[in-house]
């Protein structure tokens, strides 16, 4: 939109400098012309009525001037000669011109070019016994003065447009900054962050759109924050109950000699384990949407390995091997809020295992860039094809885990949601040897590990 305000601006300004510029040189011009034709034409009549004298007195005279003439201005004087009067000056070429001025008694002007002139402005004006005076006058120097005259206008154009460039950006800027507020909000928007809201400020009509969405913003961020209260609440109040529940089946479960009543409480077991790992993950990412903890600096690496020794039992019962690679001994600092991280890996490394093989290898891999510190984690599962990589953050999305076991589909959605609040960013990719890497890059503490 500045640009096209600036193109406008310098186009309205380009209109303006033609239309009173352009007529005013061609002014100039014609001015110009006309003031050299009545002058030299008045030359030419002035040598032509001492040539008409005929006598030698006059004749004499007529030498001088045109000496005269031919040093102070760029023009020659040509005439025929007359009765007892022979100037020592050039007789003019005969021509129609010529012809007009001796027989016709006709003056002549012909500028050489039908376009603003030629090399050469000649005059021709009649004498008193059929005779002629002939002024080649040489245009150089108004053809000088013409370009000055549209030089100079020109060179004042191009200042004129710089000059309403600068002015244009700067107005454009003006007017549109606050549609560049509007839209700064409206980025904020789309990144989630609820509490964006616009200065009210520019002409009424940005007041006004600013006001609105203003409104609309609070609104919307009130009835977000009582449904993250709502879910939160409902899922802390719905653990209770499930926990009893499983209890009462494992109860059940443990009197029951029925292999069939045991099957049934079993698969029951299960359902309400599964829906105890929806409810907690609603939980988290209620408390997590909340962002009610600051970021501070953490140490990466003893987050990583306490994490990794929680989850190697688990690993191994299906033979699976957890590495760690990378600069994690120079003991990395991110920031981040206490707690995030550990849920953040907990969810990773339980998707790794998930889809990882028997006897299989997840790699957690550490490493420190300039500002910031990406931590990876490679698993040698499936992997993930392109549209799938683009719904496993939505949340309830699950993919198939090899252990047939399925998840609540929001673990992923809990990792991009803490990561984020952080100042982070989480992309999935393929693995070099085949399985997903999931990449999560975080801010670097300028405080250093110890």
Not at 23 to 39: E, I, M, N
Not at 289 to 302: C, I
Not at 320 to 338: E, H, K, M, W, Y
Not at 375 to 390: C, F, I, Q, R, T
């Amino acid at each position: 939109m500045n640009r096209q305000l600036i193109r406008s601006y310098i186009l309205l300004v380009a209109v303006a400098i033609f239309l009173f510029t352009v007529p005013v040189a061609f002014t100039l011009t014609k001015q110009l012309r006309d003031d050299t034709s009545v002058s030299v034409r008045r030359e030419a009549n002035t040598m032509a009525l001492l040539l008409g004298n005929g006598d030698r007195t006059s004749c004499a005279a007529l030498e001088k001037v045109a000496e005269a003439y031919g040093e102070e201005t760029p023009g020659a004087v040509q005439v025929t000669p007359i009765g007892g009067c022979a100037p020592d000056l050039a007789a003019p070429r005969a021509d129609a011109a010529l012809t007009r001025a001796v027989a016709k008694n006709e003056e002549t002007t012909d500028w050489g070019s039908d376009f603003i002139w030629g090399s050469h402005l000649t005059v021709t004006v009649p004498a008193e016994g059929d005779a002629a005076v002939r002024i080649v006058y040489s245009t150089s120097d108004m053809t000088t003065r013409l370009w000055q005259i549209w030089g100079f206008r020109a060179g004042l154009a191009v200042l004129v447009l710089a000059a309403a460039a600068a002015i244009g950006a700067y107005a454009a800027r003006r007017i549109t900054a606050p549609l560049r507020e509007l839209n700064s909000m409206a980025s904020k928007f789309s990144d989630g962050d609820l509490t964006a809201r616009s200065p009210v400020t520019g002409p009424p009509e940005t007041q006004t759109l600013a006001r609105t969405l203003n409104q609309g913003a609070e609104r919307l961020d009130t009835l977000v924050a009582s449904q993250r209260i709502f879910v939160a609440d409902a899922s802390h109040q719905l653990r209770t109950p499930l926990t009893a529940l499983r209890l009462s089946l494992d109860n059940i479960a443990d009197g029951v000699d029925d292999e069939f009543v045991r099957e049934d409480v079993e698969q029951a077991t299960a359902e309400v384990v599964r829906m105890s790992r929806l409810v907690n993950g609603l939980l988290v990412l209620a408390r997590a949407e909340a962002k009610v903890t600051a970021a501070e600096p953490l140490s990466l690496t003893d987050i990583v390995r306490e994490r990794l020794s929680v989850w190697r039992p688990a690993a191994d019962e299906r033979g699976v091997t957890i590495t760690l690679r990378g600069s994690a001994d120079g003991r990395p600092t991110v920031l981040a809020s206490p707690g995030h991280l550990d849920q953040v890996l907990d969810n990773v490394l339980s998707n790794a295992l998930e889809v990882s093989p028997d006897g299989g290898t997840i790699t957690v891999g550490v490493e420190s860039k300039a500002d910031e510190v990406v931590l990876s984690v490679l698993d040698e599962g499936p992997g993930m094809s392109d549209a799938e990589k683009s719904r496993a953050f939505d949340r309830f999305w699950r993919g198939q885990g090899l252990t047939g076991r399925s998840g609540s589909g929001l673990g992923l959605s809990v990792v991009k949601q803490l990561v984020t609040d952080d100042g982070g960013t989480v992309t999935l990719r393929d693995a070099p040897d085949g399985g997903l890497c999931v990449s999560i890059t975080l801010r670097a503490s300028s405080r250093s590990g110890g």
